[in-house]
């Protein structure tokens, strides 16, 4: 009879900790969560102290029965759910299912499942932590309330069957605004000029290139193009003189080990996993992997919900001597680095690392399946890095006075500058593989590297906030980043203009905002404070899942109509919850609760009592949806007025004698529209034209003689299905906030066709392997990659050519024949499904925006402050 019996929460979990605990353990898996609050609105009581009344979850019977019958045979249970709030709360609830005054219940907690992990949990038991399991239910009580009230007030408002949560509905308002940024930001002209220069006198040296920066002692800022003519007449002849060198040691700290919001943010931009994904495959990596060694699952990483940044000596000792024996001792530093968390962490955890820098990638690759290959090589790459030794660069700037000859200059002296940097010692960036962009790596103050030469922290290379505040300011930029080496030069040396390039003068347009990716809005909810790593995923996936923002392609999000109606009643209604600032003070307060130093029931008094008040008053107030605008069609059915309306899924035409008359009428359909786009298509049915429409679902093919005819047909991408020959079509999962693939338009047929693609095809020929068709990659960097899994061929889009705004293939040709394809057929979704017209009319509503969003940059502050138009 097993003595011990252990409680996890995953099964694959279950299976790793059985290994290392061997006999006289027993253990089994809740399988998460087995009780909630019910979906009843007295599952919490307002007038009781807000006590709740659970219930096992529907489903979980049959687990909880095989928990209390398991505990029934053991002396002892330790409960070792995961170490964070939740996992807390569902310890509770299984010590009150299977509570006997004879069996002694303990808390325990494994923050990496290893040997050693294992065993110091199992020898660390400790009582449940009643005000964790506080903060918990004060957060589920918090989401309870809001959920159901401020729901109901969006279904009265706006429309039936809507809803809204606490904490996502703030991040909805962050992606609202920043659309309002977009659409009212105005381009502003700029103009860059820069000059070739060459030695005046031997010995012949290397030419470079100076850029305008400043006329007659103030900077320069060139706003049109005349003044760019005048200004560039005056370089062509002017005189040019080395008025400073300055040559400097730069160094670059290595950025912290992973917190859970950083490994997002790098996951997103540089694997293009969305959040949800990322936190699932690095569960499945805590968990355990066999590796098929040592008789079963290995725990991989530590625990991936983290916002510490802390480090055991054991990892910080391991790690060291990794390093010195793959990389050299001089990549090691004297002392090891050490980071500061952020002032609201909670520091419960270590930060996110390998549970052995032994285990190396590549030496597991065949055991992993790719995304996990992937992410494993991420965390184990940025911890490896953090503890070794800035990387140093030479750093060469030069200013150069610049005389005017002409008789009347635009100016009397300007001055022009040139920056190089040479990688003088590789130092972190060995590890790195061509990872450019770090997430984090601007928080200077976070992070000291104790053991850099000079013990102090250097600037480091990558500043994104800074980026994004000045992407706007009028300007040239010099581009700090520049890998080149500058000539050697003296100063007072005299200097010539050096064709090509002579004197380059570029035209410039400001750009907007970048919208929020997946990355970039965990970035910002961490830097207000609004979540924390446990809720960051279900964050993101909530407001994809209501239809309130799309993901473009490239992963920005793009509000719907529907998700801006909502905010902005929302906001009109002074609820304290839209406030940013007002939710992440809540978070600090459960933070409070968490460690004991306020009271649950005191939080939620103070909370509610406020909360009723606004929404009492925000009752009262007038319907958010639109007013009906009449028309001057006429209804097919009856002959009377149509009138434009909005329902929650979009604008449509109705009757005005509803519900008497109940014909509606897609937008799409209406005359003049621009939504309605001709192709050569026929209808595979009556055989007449198909056009293009936009709907609740994107575009489709809808044929011309509708509503005698009532075909329609997802848009042809313009390649064929190697398989079958089929078209390939864009196919969106119907759960909302699934990931769009492509597959072939025969997957229903008689003789059905499986064929699938996560990346979109691009009827452009591989100039490579000569391939019908290469895919498009989305992402900080566009790239066109042969779909042919042997081929390797992979080309970076230029920016301002081919579709939409960006092509480049392998050669022009390739970036012709894309640019060309973009033209001549649009970006395809897939075709409403079949309805009756009244259904389909109801259902479709208009795609906001029809140009791609620019995808959001790398930035650094040097070069933060243009983007090429």
């Known amino acids: 009879m097993a003595k011990t019996l252990v409680i996890v929460e995953s099964p694959a979990k279950a299976k790793t900790i059985k290994k290392y605990l061997g006999n006289g353990y027993e253990v089994f898996a809740s399988k998460g969560h087995v009780k909630d609050l019910p979906k009843k609105q007295n599952a919490v009581d307002v007038q009781n102290d807000f006590a709740e009344t659970y219930e096992v979850i529907e489903g979980k019977e049959k687990v909880l029965e095989e928990l209390k019958s398991a505990a029934k045979k053991a002396d002892e249970v330790l409960l070792a759910t995961d170490p964070d709030r939740e996992g807390e709360a569902i310890a509770f609830h299984i010590s009150e299912e299977i509570k006997n005054p004879k069996l002694k219940v303990a808390r325990v907690e494994f923050h990496e499942i290893t040997k050693k992990g294992v065993d110091h949990g199992v020898h660390n038991p400790r009582k449940l932590d009643e005000n964790l399991y506080d903060a918990q239910r004060a957060r589920r009580v918090l989401d309870r309330i809001v959920g159901y009230d401020v729901s109901a007030l969006v279904w009265s408002k706006l429309a039936f069957g809507l809803s809204a949560g606490r904490v996502q509905s703030v991040a909805l308002r962050l992606i609202v605004d920043r659309e309002r940024e977009v659409e009212a930001f105005v381009p502003e002209e700029y103009w860059n000029i820069a000059v070739g220069l060459a030695a005046a006198s031997p010995p012949a040296r290397a030419p470079f290139v100076a850029k305008l920066a400043a006329a007659d002692g103030r900077k320069l800022e060139v706003t049109n193009g005349e003044v760019a003519a005048k200004v560039r007449a005056d370089l062509e002849t002017a005189r040019y003189r080395v008025a400073k060198v300055v040559r400097r040691e730069q160094k670059r700290n290595p950025p912290a080990p992973y917190t859970t919001s950083k490994l997002q943010q790098d996951a997103t931009n540089y694997l293009h996993f969305g959040a949800k994904r990322t936190m699932q495959i690095a569960q499945a990596l805590y968990e355990g992997i066999d590796l098929k060694r040592d008789g079963g699952p290995v725990g991989l990483i530590t625990y991936m919900r983290t916002d510490s940044t802390r480090v055991s000596d054991d990892a910080i000792a391991e790690v060291r001597g990794v390093v010195a024996k793959r990389y050299g001792k001089e990549y090691v530093p004297e002392r090891p680095n050490v980071y500061k968390s952020k002032k609201n962490a909670q520091d419960a955890h270590e930060a996110i690392r390998p549970t052995s820098v032994e285990i190396h990638p590549d030496s597991i690759k065949k055991h992993l399946k790719d995304e996990q290959y992937k992410l494993y090589k991420l965390i184990w790459n940025r911890f490896v890095a953090s503890q070794m030794n800035p990387a140093v660069y030479d750093r060469t700037t030069v200013e150069i006075d610049v005389a005017p000859t002409v008789a009347e200059p635009a100016h009397r002296s300007y001055l022009a500058r040139a920056s190089g940097r040479i990688l003088k010692f590789t130092g972190w960036l060995q590890v790195t593989e061509g990872q450019q962009e770090f997430a984090g790596e601007d928080e200077a103050d976070g992070a000291a590297a104790a053991g850099a030469a000079d013990g102090a922290a250097a600037a480091p290379a990558a500043e994104a906030a800074a980026a994004d505040a000045e992407r706007a300011a009028p300007g040239p930029a010099a581009d700090d980043d520049a890998e080149a080496l500058l000539p050697d030069m003296k100063e007072g040396e005299a200097l010539v203009v050096s064709s090509p390039p002579g004197v380059v003068t570029d035209q410039k347009f400001t750009q907007p905002p970048p919208r929020y990716n997946e990355g970039s809005l965990v970035r910002e909810l961490e830097k207000r404070g609004i979540g924390r790593p446990s809720t960051y995923a279900e964050i993101i996936s909530k407001v994809q899942q209501r239809a309130y923002v799309e993901k473009r392609d490239g992963g920005a999000f793009q509000p719907t109509l529907l998700g801006k109606f909502v905010v902005d009643g929302l906001v009109r209604s002074n609820l304290d919850i839209m406030d940013p600032n007002f939710t992440a003070q809540m978070e600090e307060e459960l933070d409070a609760v968490g460690a004991g130093n306020l009271k649950r029931e005191q939080l939620l008094k103070r909370f509610y009592k406020k909360f009723r008040e606004q929404l009492d008053k925000s009752k009262k107030l007038a319907p958010w949806k ?215 009319a109801e259902a479709a509503a208009p795609t906001p925006g029809a140009a791609k969003d620019a995808a959001e940059k790398p930035a650094r502050a040097a070069r933060a402050r243009r983007t090429a138009s």
């Open 626 to 840: 639109p007013e009906a605008e009449k028309t001057d069609l006429v209804c097919e059915e009856c002959g009377s007025q149509m009138l434009k309306k909005w329902g929650k899924n979009g604008w449509f035409l109705s009757c005005e004698r509803y519900p008497k008359c109940k014909a509606t009428r897609d937008l799409s359909d209406t005359r003049g529209s621009a939504a309605v786009r001709e192709t050569d298509i026929s209808c595979d049915k009556c055989g007449k034209p198909m056009i293009i429409k936009t709907g609740r679902f994107g575009d489709f093919l809808s044929c011309t003689g509708y509503p005698a005819c009532k075909n329609t047909r997802p848009v042809p991408l313009g390649v064929a299905c190697p398989n079958c020959g089929g078209d390939l079509i864009e196919i969106r999962p119907r759960k909302k906030g699934g990931r769009t693939f492509y597959g072939c338009s025969n997957w229903n047929a008689e003789q059905k066709c499986d064929f699938k693609l996560w990346q979109k095809p691009v009827p452009v020929p591989c100039p490579q392997c000569g391939a019908k068709f290469v895919t498009r990659t989305a992402g900080k960097k566009a790239m066109l990659v042969c779909a042919t899994k042997d081929c390797g061929f992979k080309q970076e889009i230029v920016e301002g050519e081919g579709e939409d705004g960006e092509g480049g293939g392998a050669s022009p040709d390739a970036a012709a024949a894309l640019s060309a394809v973009a033209a001549a057929a649009p970006a395809a979704r897939p075709a409403a499904p079949a309805a009756a017209p009244a259904e389909r």
